[in-house]
T-cell receptor, first 112, second 112 residues
Framework: DQQVKQNSPSLSVQEGRISILNCDYT??????FLWYKKYPAEGPTFLIS?????DKNEDGRFTVFLNKSAKHLSLHIVPSQPGDSAVYFC???????????FGAGTRLTVKP | NAGVTQTPKFQVLKTGQSMTLQCAQD?????MYWYRQDPGMGLRLIYY???????DKGEVPNGYNVSRLNKREFSLRLESAAPSQTSVYFC???????????FGEGSRLTVL
C-alpha cells in the first residue's frame, strides 16, 4: 500500500526551462511534506519541505506547492540546470509519527 | 563533519548467512532510521528508533532486527539472509523537531 506516489519515473527538460515534479498521497493524516534529491552512489539529501498549513514554500530556484484538497504536491525548479539531474523523492509524515513514507522517485535529466 | 556513517558500503552474502549493518551519527539526533531502497519502490522504512532505548517496526520489518546501542549508534541485523533482502540500505537520523532526515551514503547488500 503505497501512500505516497510519484507516477512519473522520469522527466527530461532543457537547461533553463522549468522542471515540474509531481507527487500524490492517499493518507489525509499527513501534515508535513518533503522533497529529497539523490545522486548515484550517495544518500538522499533534503531539498525543501512544506507544512500542511501552507500551500507554497520557496527556496531559491525551488518551490513546492501543496494542494490538500487534491492530496497533491509538486516541486518546481526554475531555471533548471544540468547539476539538477538526479532522482527526486517525495516524502510525507504525520506530526506525531516518526514513520516517513517515500514515493518511488522521479529521475530528472536536465539537458544542456 | 561526518554526519551519518554506515558500514560496510558493500557486502555479498550467501542465503542463510547473518550480518550486521552499522550506523553512527554525530549530530546528537534523537531519532534514527533504517530504510531499504529497491527499484520502483522508493525508500521503505524497516525500523526506527525515536529515542535512545526505543525501537519500532516500520513498513517492512520482517527478517530484520535492530539495536539502538546508544544515542549515536543504530545497527540493523539480518539473522538469516534471503535473496529478497538484496537491496541498498540507508541509515538516517533526525532532530526531534526538524522533520528532515539526514542520510548515510548507503550499503549495497547482495544475497546469493
Amino acid at each position: 500500500d503505497q501512500q505516497v506516489k510519484q507516477n512519473s519515473p522520469s522527466l527530461s527538460v532543457q537547461e533553463g526551462r522549468i522542471s515540474i515534479l509531481n507527487c500524490d498521497y492517499t493518507n489525509s493524516m499527513f501534515d508535513y511534506f518533503l522533497w529529497y534529491k539523490k545522486y548515484p552512489a550517495e544518500g538522499p539529501t533534503f531539498l525543501i519541505s512544506i507544512s500542511s498549513i501552507k500551500d507554497k514554500n520557496e527556496d531559491g530556484r525551488f518551490t513546492v506547492f501543496l494542494n490538500k484538497s487534491a492530496k497533491h504536491l509538486s516541486l518546481h525548479i526554475v531555471p533548471s540546470q544540468p547539476g539538477d539531474s538526479a532522482v527526486y523523492f517525495c516524502a510525507a509524515r504525520t506530526h506525531n509519527n516518526n514513520d516517513m513514507r517515500f514515493g518511488a522517485g522521479t529521475r530528472l535529466t536536465v539537458k544542456p | 563533519n561526518a554526519g551519518v556513517t554506515q558500514t560496510p558500503k558493500f557486502q555479498v552474502l550467501k542465503t542463510g548467512q547473518s550480518m550486521t549493518l552499522q550506523c553512527a551519527q554525530d549530530m546528537n539526533h534523537n531519532s534514527m532510521y533504517w530504510y531499504r531502497q529497491d527499484p520502483g519502490m522508493g525508500l521503505r522504512l524497516i525500523y526506527y528508533s525515536a529515542s535512545e532505548g526505543t525501537t519500532d517496526k516500520g513498513e517492512v520489518p520482517n527478517g530484520y532486527n535492530v539495536s539502538r546501542l546508544n544515542k549515536r549508534e543504530f545497527s540493523l541485523r539480518l539473522e538469516s539472509a534471503a535473496p529478497s533482502q538484496t537491496s541498498v540500505y540507508f541509515c538516517a537520523s533526525s532532530g526531534q523537531l526538524a522533520g528532515e532526515l539526514f542520510f548515510g551514503e548507503g550499503s549495497r547488500l547482495t544475497v546469493l
